[in-house]
Nanobody, 115 residues
Framework: VQLQASGGGLVQPGGSLRLSCTAS????????MKWYRQAPGKQRELVAT???????NYADSVKDRFTISRDNAKDTVYLQLNNLKPEDTADYYC??????????WGQGTQVTVSS
């Protein structure tokens, strides 16, 4: 199973990015899809979750600014990042939970918010 994340980059404060993460190689269904982030010198933190039924949950620090969505037909999760702040600077990782076996991690995509 491979997860390929993309969409990171350098953006000014107040700007937007859209991250995506696509899975391939598994015969099992994906249950929850999550985005984590890890800033330099800090622990990895959970940013957003979307269940197979479409329920979403967000860290307080990103509520009303980030939106998670999924395309089940493409085994893809998206994270729309709006009104970005310097403190959003981090490596963003996707994580997929499957109906069988361990969850899987993507390789990370870097988001830098700076003027």
């Amino acid at each position: 199973v491979q997860l390929q994340a993309s969409g990171g980059g350098l953006v000014q404060p107040g700007g937007s990015l859209r991250l995506s993460c696509t899975a391939s190689g598994s015969i099992f269904s994906i249950t929850a899809m999550k985005w984590y982030r890890q800033a330099p010198g800090k622990q990895r933190e959970l940013v957003a979750t979307i269940t197979s039924g479409g329920s979403t949950n967000y860290a307080d620090s990103v509520k009303d600014r980030f939106t998670i969505s999924r395309d089940n037909a493409k085994d893809t999760v998206y994270l729309q990042l709006n009104n970005l702040k310097p403190e959003d600077t981090a490596d963003y990782y996707c994580n997929f939970a499957y109906s069988f076996g361990p969850s899987r991690w993507g390789q990370g995509t870097q988001v830098t918010v700076s003027s």
